[in-house]
């Protein structure tokens, strides 16, 4: 959806907003209820493994999602019994042994700006996590907002166990603000499989659900964030993510900035008139 400019009124400048409503998945599954959209990956068979085709639209599709004024949280899950076995060897593993050292470059900065994608998305990110979760998958798991895993869940940062170095798509950073340092050092030094109930006392899941029940928990979250004021949670996030590389005093100011900045909103003042009418708010996003 966009504007049309007219001079002398700023406040028609074109938004570049889009939507989602009508995308249609290549390589994923996509939907979109009530502002939330719910991703998919759908290749049960082989446990969802990924593609260089799906890293790619992975990629564009979080990108787009900071225009897209229709979705308001996201929801990323496997089909069948697993979330995502990361990388698929015949398709990925394979070819990079034959690539150079700069198509192997190409590639490694590909799947890290699917990362980057996630992180720079406004929308709040629920990763519905069953089975297997491994490699790649676990960095998606791990770039997500909020985790909803089972006890037969296993995530698995798997890469030394191939002679590559942990430090893959930003698992060294993320890995030890989720978890802490030690922690993390021992996944990615050993390999090993985090079951779903040590991920939970961990701090990796944020929440232990059924098999049958962790999407539609997950989904039930989302909608919840989808309710509440979206343009304040995508403030939330975005500060989230920059203070990890400020000093106390910078964060103060970047949140005083930004605190100022919601006051502005439109569902700020809704939040105030309902608050005195002992009402509850309707926040619209703006």
């Not at 398709?91 to 034959?98: A, D, K, N, V």
């Not at 002679?163 to 978890?179: F, Q, Y």
């Not at 979250?221 to 995508?234: K, V």
Request: with cysteine; net charge negative.
């Amino acid at each position: 959806m966009s504007q049309s400019y007219l001079p002398g009124q700023p406040h028609q400048l074109p938004r570049h907003h889009t939507q989602l409503a009508n995308y249609q998945g290549v390589h994923v599954l996509f939907q979109l209820h009530e502002g939330v959209a719910t991703i998919s990956l759908n290749r049960p068979e082989r446990k969802n493994p990924l593609s260089f085709e799906s890293y790619a639209e992975l990629r564009d599709l979080f990108r787009a999602m900071c225009y897209a004024d229709d979705v308001h949280a996201v929801v990323i899950t496997g089909a069948g019994n697993n979330f995502c076995s990361g990388g698929d060897v015949h398709e990925i593993i394979g070819p990079l042994t034959h690539l150079d050292m700069p198509g192997l470059l190409a590639f490694t900065r590909m799947t890290g700006d699917v990362i980057k994608a996630m992180r720079a998305c406004p929308q709040p990110i629920i990763a519905a996590v069953d089975g297997i979760c491994a490699g790649a998958g676990a960095l998606l798991s791990l770039a997500s907002d909020l985790r909803y895993g089972t006890e037969r869940s296993k995530t698995y940062f798997l890469f030394n166990k191939v002679g590559l170095a942990g430090c893959d798509m930003g698992a060294c950073a993320l890995l030890p603000r989720v978890i802490g340092q030690g922690r993390a050092s021992e996944l990615l030094y050993t390999g090993r499989g985090l079951p779903g109930a040590e991920a939970e006392r961990w701090g990796f899941f944020n929440r232990l659900c059924t098999p049958e029940e962790v999407l539609a928990q997950a989904q039930a979250m989302a909608h919840e964030l989808a309710q509440g004021p979206t343009f304040a949670n995508g403030m939330t996030k975005k500060m989230l993510q920059q203070e990890w590389n400020m000093g106390v005093d910078e964060a103060i100011e970047a949140e005083a900035q930004a605190q100022a900045i919601c006051m502005m909103t439109n569902d700020f003042h809704r939040a105030y008139h309902a608050f005195v009418a002992k009402q509850t708010p309707v926040f619209e996003g703006d």
